[in-house]
C-alpha cells in the first residue's frame, strides 16, 4: 500500500479507519489472536501484576479475550473512562473491573465502559503495563488516535518503567504520521506480523 504523503493526521486518520473498516471479522479475530499471542510471550506481560487494556469496539484489534486471560491469570486488569471533572473538563482515568460480565456495560456509543456504581479509579503510578489503541502508528511509534488527545495527557502520568504498548493490525501502520508538540509516542506497537 502507497504511503501517502504530506496527509492531514484527520485525513490519515479517516483513511485508515476507512482500511480497518473493511476487514472481515473472522480475519479482526484471527491477527488480534496473533498480537495478543505475541504480547503474551514478552517477558513484560508475565512481570506486569497490573494491566491497563482498553475495552475494544468495531473492527479495533479485539481485546476482550485478552482482559478475560488477566482475569483468569490472576492480573489486575483497569480499563480506562472518560469522566467530566467539576471544572467541566474532560479526562480519561484508568477504573479496575474484577468481572467484565459484572463491572462493564454499554456505555457512550455503545462502547463497554464500567457500570455505575462499578468505578474504581486506580493511581495511573501503579500500572505496568499499558494496551494502547490507534488508529494510526508510526515505525517511530507515534500514534493517531480518535482525536480527542485523551492518551496524550495519560500516557505522561504513568511510570517511566510502565510499557506503553500499542497494538495495531499491518494495514494501520504508515512509515511517518504527523506529530505535534504534545504527542506522546508508544514504546512499542504490536502487529500481526511483527514488533516495531
Ligand atoms: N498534553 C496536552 N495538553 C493539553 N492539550 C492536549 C494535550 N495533548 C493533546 N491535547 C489536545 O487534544 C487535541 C487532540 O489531540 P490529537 O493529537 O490531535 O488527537 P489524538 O492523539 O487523539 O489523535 C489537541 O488539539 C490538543 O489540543
Ligand atoms: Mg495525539
Known amino acids: 500500500m502507497m504511503d501517502m504523503i504530506g496527509q492531514s ?7 485508515v479507519l476507512a482500511l480497518r ?18 504480547l503474551c510471550s514478552m517477558e513484560e506481560f508475565y512481570t506486569s501484576r497490573i494491566i491497563m487494556s482498553y475495552v475494544s469496539f468495531g473492527n479495533e484489534v479485539n481485546t476482550l479475550h485478552f482482559i478475560e486471560r488477566c482475569l483468569s491469570m490472576g492480573k489486575r486488569i483497569c480499563v480506562p473512562l472518560i469522566t467530566t471533572s467539576s471544572d467541566g473538563k474532560k479526562s480519561m482515568i484508568a477504573s479496575e473491573i474484577f468481572s467484565m460480565e459484572d463491572d462493564l456495560a454499554p456505555g457512550t456509543m455503545g462502547i463497554l465502559e464500567p457500570a455505575e456504581g462499578k468505578v474504581r479509579e486506580l493511581e495511573p ?9 490507534g488508529i494510526v502508528f508510526s515505525i517511530d ?3 493517531i488516535g480518535y482525536g480527542g488527545g485523551y492518551y496524550d495527557r495519560f500516557l505522561p502520568l504513568l511510570r517511566k518503567d510502565c510499557l506503553k504498548a500499542g497494538v495495531a493490525f499491518e494495514l494501520q501502520i504508515r512509515d511517518r504520521v504527523p506529530v505535534e508538540s504534545h504527542d506522546f509516542p508508544v514504546d512499542v506497537v ?3 506480523d511483527r514488533i516495531i
Do not use: H, M
Open 190 to 192: 504490536i502487529t500481526e
Open 125 to 133: 503510578g501503579l500500572i505496568d503495563l499499558v494496551i494502547v489503541p
Open 21 to 38: 473498516k473493511s476487514l472481515n471479522p473472522e480475519k479482526v479475530q484471527a491477527d488480534s489472536r496473533k498480537i495478543f499471542d505475541r
Open 9 to 15: 493526521k484527520k485525513e490519515l486518520r479517516n483513511y
Open 141 to 143: 511509534r507515534y500514534r
